[in-house]
């Protein structure tokens, strides 16, 4: 049974409640500047024994630095090399240097509000919206722990990021863009597969299948910090891609003389790096073809994706086709990211239901309101 003591500060009267924990050890809580709070928080103590849900006070004077470690250590095992690099950096460089001196029950919903909010102001959504997860991430655990009874960083919003605009080239901008490059077979595949930078110049020999067209997409090589990590595909899964008739020449000529674990594409024996963003050779071949042609849309590698999406969608694609190319996890992810390419579409499955209307209606009574 819970007791409520008064005692006097500098401060003047204060309340203590003594309290034995569902370990029968007894401590206490004090500071309460009414009676009446003292109750109140004695009461909830009761009921939180009596329904299992009592969260020890000294168990949440942990700070978020002393938590931190075990969730990081739990997250290397799980994301992909260049994914935990962004995550760690986050929390070196935002989390720690804000939160990691904190003790986690002393944390309030309004000041992790507060804080993203300032984030906000200088950093992405991209960024703001990683912080925000690795700090929930890590108070999950310490309520998943009984450390804390709430977690203060869920439910927090935070500002959503902006959709960039897309570029797609077309099928003559992007075979004079090949043209311009070192490596313009890579540059076709990219633009007519969808395949992804790592996924592409993760492909080998055994890779192609000839006889059907296929690419097979079973590992990514991704840079990070200076070196090539070959993993799983984005979302850990395989799936088979077509090409058109027009790349098996090119094709041959990469496979020809080589054994069926080497490199399609290689750059020297090695893996092709993604070319730098400022002065890589993809940039250079970019420049120079809008020397002569303003017009030329700023590209970047991971842009030609889209260019496959919208050449497969001019082409009669169906939504569902085209996320298993791009390998989404659905077609309503396809037609989100696509929802501008799929307006045209609309358009001209309009017309083909006028037209098939008018074909019916001939000899009909309705026949006039339909070909009008």
Not at 63 to 68: I, S
Not at 261 to 276: I, K
Request: net charge positive; hydrophobic share 35%.
């Amino acid at each position: 049974m819970a007791t409520v003591t008064a005692y006097q500060t500098k401060a003047g009267k204060r309340y203590r409640v003594r309290y034995r924990k569902p370990d029968k050890s007894q401590t206490d809580k004090r500071g309460f500047k009414t009676k009446k709070e003292a109750e109140l928080f004695a009461a909830t103590v009761t009921v939180s024994k009596a329904t299992g849900e009592y969260i020890d006070p000294a168990r949440g004077r942990v700070t978020v630095a002393q938590l931190a470690p075990d969730w990081l250590a739990a997250k290397k095992g799980t994301l992909k090399p260049s994914t935990y690099r962004a995550v760690e950096g986050s929390w070196r460089t935002h989390v720690e240097k804000e939160w990691g001196h904190r003790e986690i029950q002393s944390l309030e919903p309004s000041e992790v509000r507060a804080w993203l909010g300032k984030l906000s102001e200088g950093k992405s959504a991209t960024v703001v919206s990683r912080c925000r997860g690795i700090l929930a991430g890590i108070l999950d655990g310490a309520v998943d722990d009984l450390r804390i009874r709430k977690n203060p960083a869920r439910g927090v919003p935070v500002k959503k990021k902006k959709g960039q605009r897309r570029v797609y080239l077309t099928h003559d901008q992007v075979h004079r863009l090949a043209a311009k490059t070192p490596h313009p077979t890579l540059i076709l595949v990219l633009a007519y597969t969808g395949l992804r930078w790592g996924e592409a110049t993760g492909l080998r020999v055994s890779s192609v299948n000839e006889v059907r067209r296929r690419l097979h997409v079973e590992e990514n090589a991704v840079l990070s910090d200076g070196v090539i990590h070959v993993g799983t595909p984005k979302g850990h899964e395989k799936r088979s891609v077509p090409y058109p008739p027009f790349l098996k020449k090119r094709l041959a000529v990469l496979i020809e003389g080589k054994r069926p674990d080497a490199l399609l594409f290689d750059d020297g024996g090695d893996y092709v790096r993604l070319p730098h963003a400022a002065h890589g050779w993809f940039t250079k071949a970019v420049k120079a073809i809008r020397e002569k042609d303003a017009q030329f849309p700023r590209i970047t590698p991971h842009g030609l994706r889209h260019t496959a999406a919208s050449l497969a969608i001019a082409s009669g694609a169906t939504p569902k086709a085209v996320q298993r190319m791009l390998g989404h996890k659905s077609a309503a992810m396809t037609l989100d990211t696509y929802a501008d390419l799929f307006e045209d579409d609309l358009d001209s499955v309009a017309d083909r239901m006028a037209e098939a209307a008018r074909k019916a209606g001939e000899g009909k009574p309705w026949a006039e309101e339909v070909s009008a």
